[in-house]
């Protein structure tokens, strides 16, 4: 009998692990097994051009034809609800019993709800899946009051979309600055004033309470000052929890996500795992935060691919992000998280690079409409050499030269 | 309009049939393996083509986002595009690309 690899998600982790198992030679079966009904698709424009464009069509990964033609075997719209290690089988939801040789578990994170709400209103929104985004997109148009709870990229998105299509839109964050937990002060600072020059109504530092009307729905919030803001819809973007049920009952090591190394294997020797519901600690994440992004999801994927399919390469990728809201093309590499030092170089056009340093070492370029900043960055971070602030101020923060170097 | 690909192992493939409103995602569409990471969006260079030399003057140059990504691609040559950034037009008919190898970053 055939062997197999069961890939449990939908995203993007789950579509790079299965590829690059089939790339570097692995030659079993590849069943994906995912709750959605699209194949596996871009995420990133669910919050900004999908909103503001009702003709936007959702973007595949890849097409059906490519997975047909790598055997990639995609079931959507099921969903896997038990898993015993021991026998090495899977159980959907259907009853369906799927066994397996090597397990990968791409099971990404759930949105966080609001404390005390036991329903789940119908003007209130999160935007995770395209499931999600539909139900906001068809919502907007008789919307006129947005409250947005939660000042992350999501939230921050969803607000320079909406308040373009002239909604009068409030941001509420609990935190005392927007992006606390992803970005430093300076580039905080930096984005709360063009979400003011566009209008967007920010109150920081507060908590907010919804009050649900007659009709089943969020009628008006309140926050923890005593003031009242009225909402037509209100989208919540307050963070995620991985979803860790499975890894759970095979008893794998979880800490704010399941443990993997730099192949991403977990604790059990014919387990992988990837993306949002991973957690990896090494040089450019020494605190093993939980990167819920692109390129972490697709880097890790990769590399458990690889090691699935024999190979023995290692995790060792930069974080890097991206955000577009207005004209500004956000851009981070590295995290600058524990930064003890951080020098800005502002352009002409409302440009600018923050530079991050811990010890003397450049950990972290943040970057506004600044490409060119941002990509020597991520070279440079990768590279063997360190980047101390002497070598910055030698170019006078020019960081492209220093590629040259 | 068609499109004639060659893929990394240098197969030929012609594309016709696919409504992709960009190089990139008529590629995609006919199922080629091209990773284009970031969605269109020129964020990353793993939708990196060469673009054959009879078509490289008829499309609209490299902007200044798209010439720093390319930095990042492996073998970056002349004729160097990301797929994501040239739209599908009729004069571009006939147009001829080779998937780069690798895959950028």
Partial sequence: ?????LIVGGSYAASELACQARENGYAEDILIVSEEGDLPYHRPPLSKSYLKDASEELMPLRAEAFYRDKAIEVELGARVVAIDGRGNRATLSNGVVIPFDTL??????RARTLPGLDTCPGNMHCVRSVADARKLRSAISGAEKVVIIGAGFMGLEVASALVRQNKHVTVVEAADRVLARAVSPELSRLLSAIHAQNSVNLITSRKVRPIIGHSGLINRIELDDGSILQADIVVVGVGSHPNLELAQQLELKVGNGIVVDDKSRTS????FAAGDCATFSGQFNLAGIRLESVQNAIDQARVAGNAIAGGDKVYHAVPWFWSDQYESKIQIAGLSGGATYSESRHGEKSDVSVFHFRDDVCVSVESVNRPRDHIAARRLLAGSKEITRRNLQEVDFNISALLKA | MRIVVYDQGGARVEIGDVAGQTLMSAIRDKGLNITAQCGGCAACATCHVYVDDEWTSKLKPVGDVEDAMLDIA??????????????RTEDLDGLTVRLAPGSGF
């Fill in chain 1, 268 to 271: 059990r020797s014919n387990v």
């Fill in chain 1, 1 to 5: 009998m055939r062997k197999r690899l």
């Fill in chain 2, 74 to 87: 492996e073998e970056r040559q002349e004729n160097s595009r990301l797929s994501c950034q040239v739209k």
């Fill in chain 1, 104 to 109: 990968a578990l791409a099971t990404g994170a």
